[in-house]
Every structure is written in structure tokens, then in C-alpha cells.
């Protein structure tokens, strides 16, 4: 993982919660953690509908 360092402003209540949430020991340590986390279930999401392929539906009922 690569760090760079960024001059951003953040919403410093969604941080608190986040740290308290996550009981980190500082924000960097909780920013850090959300965005892995939210890469990792990004990346999974890709690899989810790459392999998903198609549904054929056909009705069992007639209405």
C-alpha cells in the first residue's frame, strides 16, 4: 500500500464516529481501515457480476 500524504478537508464528526466505532487508536488509523475495506468490497462487487453470467427465467405457473 502505497501512502501519499493529502491536504483534503473531511467531516471531522463522521471521523469521530468512525474511530470510536472502530476503536482506533487515531483518525489516520481509522480513515485507512474504512477505505481498504471499502476497496476490498468494491473490488469483490467486480468480481461478483464479471462471473455472474446470465439468468434464463422461464415461468413454471401459467397466470
Known amino acids: 500500500m502505497a501512502?501519499?500524504?493529502?491536504t483534503i478537508e473531511?467531516?471531522?464528526?463522521?471521523?469521530?464516529?468512525?474511530?470510536?466505532?472502530?476503536?482506533?487508536?487515531?483518525e489516520k488509523e481509522a480513515i485507512n481501515t474504512v477505505l481498504k475495506q471499502f476497496d476490498t468490497d468494491i473490488r469483490l462487487a467486480e468480481i461478483t457480476f464479471?462471473?455472474?453470467?446470465?439468468?434464463?427465467?422461464?415461468?413454471?405457473?401459467e397466470d
Open 3 to 6: 501512502l501519499v500524504k493529502k
Open 50 to 61: 464479471q462471473n455472474a453470467g446470465t439468468f434464463d427465467y422461464e415461468a413454471v405457473f
Open 10 to 26: 473531511l467531516d471531522q464528526d463522521a471521523i469521530n464516529r468512525i474511530k470510536i466505532a472502530l476503536n482506533a487508536k487515531t
